[in-house]
């Protein structure tokens, strides 16, 4: 069985070490120049988990001594990128098969459309079609096996108020950052001036308060935090075991309740609409009330979360969570248990990863949705489990692409 294995991520390239071992020809394809773009784009900020938590069994056995294991210390995305992701993509039974700058477009099966073959099986028996963008073009190809790992984190959601644009937002896309700010690594694009930060998440915290350090030391230098919820406080975990989770939630609630001077908390507005204002962005918000208030700022920072992209398997038949948009079963079993913190998940094996659409798996942070409590650690686990599948099922699954894909898997033309 030919495996694709998209996106070049943590997980991804997990699964690839977990197809190699078990000896199954496959091809990673990532869209960014770099493996772990995604992680290279928060590289500056802390984990909140430890080295320990951060590596898979795999990769320790492959990057052996000196890789860290055991450390008590939370690295940078760039120190796990540099001290781990990047060795591990540089291993040759790995590099021959990754396809960087290669965007996946679509997975749909050879022969059928979404509404096909509903039930019977018979989907299996057709080879799944990978359609790619790279510098070369457009073209499509097969796999058996498709592992979407692609995450969430390229895929922010909107600012408006209820998860849409905001009339103006699209307008407005190249004045608004959606990802974590390097406030202290380029303060000179932040020094001086007024930032509007939506979202109240980790992400948003981080955010305000390392604007906030800024602040303290570049005059003008001033943040509006916009917050959905009126309560204007970040519940803590008791007794966190993850210090720099409290460290992060502490701060945050100081600034909540008014502790800094460069910090401006409006708790319980939402976006209603922005509007161009010469350099400035004109952003118009909304209380519960139904009262509207302009701010004018510089730039906006929007971190109202992330959910992964659908459009990759549209053509698939996906049963998707109403209410998270992560993959049904595993939804239902997370919903099930009602939250908690993070550190109390565990991956839930293989069947509730499975799908409607045969030898099709969601994994990692994208399988989880909307939820947030993701740790890598259940994506390596995820990976372990769908591989012991994929071995057991080796024998009785018919090889719909082996005479291309062992070329496929030959070419290492990245």
């Known amino acids: 069985m030919?495996?694709?294995?998209?996106?070049?991520?943590?997980?991804?390239?997990?699964?690839?070490?977990?197809?190699?071992?078990?000896?199954?020809?496959?091809?990673?394809?990532?869209?960014?120049?770099?493996?772990a773009a995604n992680v290279r784009a928060w590289g500056h900020v802390r984990l909140f988990t430890p080295w320990s938590m951060n590596l898979s069994a795999r990769m320790r056995n492959r990057l052996g001594v000196g890789t860290p294991?055991?450390?008590?210390?939370?690295?940078?995305?760039?120190?796990?990128?540099?001290?781990?992701?990047?060795?591990v993509a540089a291993l040759p039974d790995l590099a021959a098969n990754l396809r960087l700058g290669t965007e996946v477009v679509a997975v749909s099966r050879a022969g059928l459309?979404?509404?096909?073959?509903?039930?019977?099986?018979?989907?299996?028996?057709?080879?799944?079609?990978?359609?790619?963008?790279?510098?070369?073009?457009?073209?499509?190809?097969?796999a058996d096996v498709v592992l979407d790992c692609t995450g969430t984190y390229g895929h922010p959601n909107p600012t408006g108020d209820g998860g849409i644009p905001a009339p103006g937002e699209r307008g407005l896309a190249?004045?608004?950052?959606?990802?974590?700010?390097?406030?202290?690594?380029?303060?000179?694009?932040?020094?001086?001036?007024?930032?509007?930060?939506?979202?109240?998440?980790?992400?948003?915290?981080?955010?305000?308060?390392?604007?906030?350090?800024l602040a303290a030391s570049s005059a003008?230098?001033?943040?509006?935090?916009v917050l959905r919820s009126p309560a204007g406080r970040i519940e803590p975990i008791e007794n966190d075991p993850l210090s720099e989770r409290a460290r992060l939630t502490a701060r945050a609630n100081e600034i909540l309740a008014g502790g800094s001077p460069h910090v401006s908390v409006l708790a319980g507005w939402v976006v209603d609409e922005l509007r161009p204002g010469g350099d400035a962005v004109v952003v118009i918000l909304r209380n519960g009330a139904g009262r509207r208030r302009s701010v004018e700022v510089d730039r906006v920072v929007s971190l109202t979360g992330s959910v992964g992209d659908p459009a990759i398997y549209r053509q698939?038949?996906?049963?998707?969570?109403?209410?998270?948009?992560?993959?049904?079963?595993l939804?239902?079993?997370?919903?099930?248990?009602?939250g908690g913190d993070c550190l109390q998940q565990t991956s839930h094996g293989v069947a509730v990863?499975?799908?409607?659409?045969?030898?099709?798996?969601?994994?990692?942070?994208?399988?989880?949705?909307?939820?947030?409590?993701?740790?890598?650690?259940?994506?390596?686990?995820?990976?372990?489990?769908?591989?012991?599948e994929l071995k057991a099922s080796t024998a009785s699954v018919p090889a719909t692409t082996s005479a291309t894909a062992t070329g496929a898997t030959g070419r290492g033309d990245e």
């Not at 073959?117 to 190809?141: K, W």
């Not at 109403?322 to 079963?329: C, E, L």
């Not at 939804?331 to 009602?338: M, V």
């Open 69 to 87: 294991t055991t450390s008590d210390e939370c690295p940078t995305g760039v120190e796990l990128v540099q001290q781990v992701l990047s060795p």
């Open 113 to 142: 459309v979404k509404s096909d073959e509903i039930g019977t099986g018979a989907r299996s028996n057709h080879p799944f079609r990978v359609l790619i963008r790279d510098a070369h073009g457009e073209r499509v190809e097969p």
């Open 353 to 388: 990863l499975e799908s409607p659409e045969p030898r099709f798996y969601m994994l990692g942070s994208k399988s989880y949705g909307r939820n947030n409590t993701f740790l890598l650690r259940v994506g390596y686990e995820q990976v372990g489990e769908v591989f012991d």
């Open 316 to 329: 698939l038949q996906v049963h998707e969570c109403w209410a998270t948009s992560g993959p049904m079963k």
């Open 220 to 225: 003008g230098t001033h943040a509006t935090w």
């Open 174 to 213: 190249d004045r608004i950052e959606r990802r974590i700010p390097d406030v202290a690594g380029s303060p000179e694009l932040w020094a001086g001036r007024s930032v509007l930060v939506v979202g109240a998440g980790h992400s948003a915290q981080t955010a305000v308060t390392d604007l906030q350090a």
């Open 331 to 338: 939804a239902a079993t997370l919903l099930g248990e009602a």
């Open 2 to 35: 030919h495996i694709a294995i998209l996106g070049a991520g943590p997980i991804g390239l997990d699964a690839a070490l977990a197809a190699h071992e078990a000896g199954f020809p496959f091809t990673v394809y990532e869209s960014g120049r770099e493996v």
